[in-house]
């Protein structure tokens, strides 16, 4: 007798950013195992249904824009759970997964918990950073997470904040490696031969260090050029990046199919984080064949610490300094070219995997 395909649900609906990107990602991994039959459910708004890298196949929901529009998309709840009910019933999942959570999410699993689909949730942060995310994120991602029957990080830091915190007592949690969004990039760091270029990428945010860059790029007693790409409010600190002679500041949200040749246009990439659960950006710099310095914090430590086209120093302005200045004098070998789709795929695996041993 044929063993019947395994029905996997992955949904995600955030207009732009991480949380859709994986979301892709994570289904074409999916997609590429024997036996596994794979729905991908994003919001009608999502950046990436525009971009080079649009999924073949997806169902979309109706989602917001705005604070108010989210207000608007809850009032009219009942809708939209007839909607989700409906996806659910026709595609019948064996599991789902939701790739990021987000602010609706509670009403697609409470559609999951009454049809009896087993729920995993990728929970990136264990608690949201300073300035980052949206109002109550940390207490709806809390009641997402007493909803799921697996939880699954992209960092022993992330899982060890969950299983020391009370929402997560019951709910198996297994650490798994962030793979890279994009890779190999055209040319290999310096080809270009003019002066070295040091990228920061991301939201600009107090948190990832924006103060320390700003301290430590007058150290760097080397030639070269500095872009600080990515959107934030207006701080002190930008303001300061802004007046070095050698920085270019660009206070911009970075559309999906700008990033390869952003994170191209780089030799090293610079992750000056205070604090940090891991880094997305980090994973596209080295599966790019981009040097990585990142301050040992957090999850950055385990992501990096194995790996020789990264460094590792002190969130200190000298030690960051002295970390782009050392690959600057003696780059070390960077590692064969990062297959995207495999690691993906071995991500879906381990999901998987991880669910039955739990």
Known sequence: MTKSAERVLVWQWGRRGAGPRIAVDLADG?????????????????????????????????????????????????????????????????????????????????????????????????????????PFQAIL????????????????????????????????????????????????????EGAPRILMFGRLLPYKGLDLLAETLPHVRRDFECRVVGQGPESPELGRLATLAQVRVENRWVAEDELPRLIAWADIVVLPYREASQSGVGAMAIASGRYVV?????????????????????????AIATALENILEAPPPVRPQVDSGQEWENLARDILASREMS
């Open 141 to 192: 991602q809390r009641r997402l997470i007493r909803q799921a029957d697996q939880i699954v990080t992209f960092s022993r830091h992330v899982a060890d904040g969950l299983t020391t915190g009370p929402d997560a007592v019951d709910c198996p949690v297994v650490a798994l490696a962030h793979p890279p969004f994009i890779g190999g990039a055209a040319a290999p760091p310096f080809a270009h």
């Open 294 to 318: 990142a301050t040992r914090v957090g999850g950055l430590v385990e992501q990096f610490s194995d790996d020789t086209q990264a460094v590792l120093c002190a969130p200190e302005p000298v």
């Open 30 to 134: 999916l997609r590429r195992l024997p036996g596994t039959d794979v729905l991908l459910c994003l919001s009608d708004r999502a950046e990436i249904l525009q971009s080079r890298n649009a999924p073949d196949a997806v169902v979309k929901v109706a989602t917001y824009s705005s604070i108010q529009g989210l207000v608007g998309r809850l009032l009219t709840a009942p809708g939209l759970l007839h909607q989700l009910g409906r996806i659910v019933r026709d595609f019948r999942p064996d599991i789902a997964i939701c790739a990021m959570p987000g602010p609706l999410d509670l009403l697609m699993t409470h559609v999951l918990r009454r049809a009896g689909v087993r729920i995993v949730v990728i929970v990136h942060d264990a608690q949201p950073h300073p300035g980052d995310g949206y």
